[in-house]
């Protein structure tokens, strides 16, 4: 579980300090992120509304990173809010409060993974199940509303330069 903790951490950092660099450099522009982050969300998303997540062949020493670390923690819906929070204002002191924020979120997903096995000893199977298909559900949409604001995004940018008529 640690290695799925610091390898978040570096993704957390690596994505806040450098991300924007990433995408220049690749010649990808943040609508074109949304929309394909939004619709690997929603492939995760409608798979675990399915209740049978398929089986892929993963070595036992990189179950910490994938497919916990990513896609399922750092996943696409972090890195487009890492990068959209850093990208509109690049100052240090931007970029420290996110890297705050980001750092106190995945410290508290590695205490929740942590001691997950607690916490759900104290739930029934069925209300863990009922969970499990809303936030599958809450993932769903949120892939939606990714892949629907990058369409917008993409749009007004182009209605703006007069290159869609």
Request: hydrophobic share 50%; net charge positive; aromatic share 8%.
């Amino acid at each position: 579980m640690r290695k799925a903790y610091v390898t978040m951490l570096l993704l957390v950092t690596v994505f806040t300090l450098v991300g924007v660099y990433i995408l220049y450099v690749f010649s990808i522009s943040i609508s074109a992120l949304r929309v394909g982050g939004g619709i690997l969300l929603l492939y995760i998303g409608l798979d675990m509304l399915g209740g049978m997540p398929r089986a892929k062949r993963i070595e036992p020493r990189d179950i910490a990173v994938v497919p916990i670390a990513t896609p399922l923690v750092i996943g696409p819906g972090t890195i487009t809010t890492l990068l959209l929070l850093t990208t509109r204002e690049q100052n240090p002191v931007n970029i420290l409060l996110v890297l705050i924020a980001a750092y106190s979120a995945v410290t508290t997903t590695y205490l929740l993974l942590k001691y997950s096995e607690k916490i759900t000893s104290l739930l029934k199977p069925s209300v863990i199940r009922g969970l499990g298909r809303f936030m599958s559900l809450i993932i769903v949409s949120v892939a939606v509303e990714m892949i629907m604001d990058g369409i917008w995004s993409y749009v007004e940018t182009k209605l703006s330069q007069g290159s869609l008529s």
